[in-house]
């Protein structure tokens, strides 16, 4: 690990909606009745916790990527799209930010992929205060490099790995928004390159349901990578693979008390 580091857990807003999203529909009944109390899992209450859902997972996937830039030699790069496997609760993606001092003003870049969950629509049996969490384990890679040109000059490059859960009130269109739960890294000189096994993280959201409403679950994880130079002859770069051998995002159930 080089000087000039930082890294954290802490709480970001989310990339939706900035990008491409494609999706594929695989059994929409399932979540809904694991939701409102099928034989397969007991319902939402408050008072007690339900069973969690796990994979298989039915709803709807999806995946999201994009990248912002401002300034000249910046590049967004994606190796492995992000894709989220209803089957398994795996999520893959990768995506790289690359920033070149060049010209008079700065150079930055922010770069992002999301693999995302949505559950059909269901229903609570009753009115009242519940809490949903997602659990997610995260296994990445990441290597970050910044490099400045002078004395006076400026380079930057930072990673954000964050699972959040979100409610979608179908019958009001409205959203909840939940925690967020993040890692990440920066660095200002010199390379950063890290390996991160087994992260168990969960966001968690508390809200209250109305039985007359219906509402999806959204839960996702984003990758973001950012690099940022300043006029002169520096350089950065941010990587975050989860779409090699070993590296993904994992699913691992989405409960409700």
């Given at each position: 690990m080089?000087?000039?580091?930082?890294?954290?857990?802490?709480?970001?807003?989310?990339?939706?909606?900035?990008?491409?999203?494609?999706?594929?529909?695989?059994?929409?009944?399932?979540?809904?009745?694991?939701?409102?109390?099928?034989?397969?899992?007991?319902?939402?209450?408050?008072?007690?916790?339900?069973?969690?859902?796990?994979?298989?997972f039915?709803?709807?996937?999806?995946?999201?990527?994009?990248?912002?830039?401002?300034?000249?030699?910046?590049?967004?790069?994606?190796?492995?799209?992000?894709f989220?496997?209803?089957?398994?609760?795996?999520?893959?993606?990768?995506?790289?930010?690359?920033?070149?001092?060049?010209?008079?003003?700065?150079?930055?870049?922010?770069?992002?992929e999301?693999?995302?969950?949505?559950?059909?629509?269901?229903?609570?049996?009753?009115t009242?205060?519940?809490?949903?969490?997602?659990?997610?384990?995260?296994?990445?890679?990441?290597?970050?490099?910044?490099?400045?040109?002078?004395?006076?000059?400026?380079?930057a490059?930072?990673?954000?790995?964050t699972?959040?859960?979100?409610?979608?009130?179908?019958?009001?269109?409205?959203?909840?928004?939940?925690?967020?739960?993040?890692?990440?890294?920066?660095?200002?000189?010199?390379?950063?390159?890290?390996?991160?096994?087994?992260?168990?993280t969960?966001?968690?959201l508390?809200?209250?349901?109305?039985k007359?409403?219906?509402?999806?679950?959204?839960?996702?994880?984003?990758?973001?990578?950012?690099?940022?130079?300043?006029?002169?002859?520096?350089?950065?770069?941010?990587?975050?693979?989860?779409?090699?051998?070993?590296?993904?995002?994992?699913?691992?159930?989405?409960?409700?008390?």
């Open positions: 080089s000087d000039g580091g930082t890294d954290g857990v802490g709480s970001r807003s989310g990339g939706r909606g900035r990008a491409l999203r494609w999706a594929s529909m695989v059994g929409a009944v399932a979540v809904a009745l694991v939701f409102v109390g099928s034989s397969a899992a007991a319902p939402l209450s408050t008072t007690r916790a339900s069973p969690p859902t796990r994979a298989p039915s709803g709807t996937e999806f995946g999201i990527f994009a990248g912002e830039s401002s300034g000249c030699g910046v590049a967004s790069t994606f190796p492995v799209l992000p989220f496997n209803l089957t398994t609760g795996v999520a893959n993606g990768s995506v790289k930010a690359t920033a070149r001092s060049c010209g008079s003003t700065n150079s930055t870049v922010f770069s992002f999301i693999d995302e969950f949505e559950s059909a629509a269901f229903r609570v049996p009753s009242g205060t519940y809490q949903l969490k997602a659990s997610w384990v995260l296994s990445f890679a990441t290597t970050l490099k910044a490099t400045s040109g002078a004395v006076s000059e400026y380079a490059a930072e990673f954000i790995v699972a959040t859960v979100e409610v979608l009130n179908v019958s009001s269109g409205a959203y909840t928004y939940g925690t967020d739960s993040s890692e990440t890294h920066s660095i200002t000189t010199g390379t950063y390159t890290h390996t991160y096994a087994k992260l168990h969960s966001a968690f508390n809200l209250t349901l109305d007359a409403d219906q509402y999806n679950v959204l839960t996702f994880v984003e990758i973001t990578a950012l690099a940022d130079t300043t006029p002169g002859t520096s350089s950065a770069s941010a990587l975050v693979n989860m779409g090699s051998s070993g590296k993904d995002a994992i699913l691992t159930s989405i409960s409700g008390a």
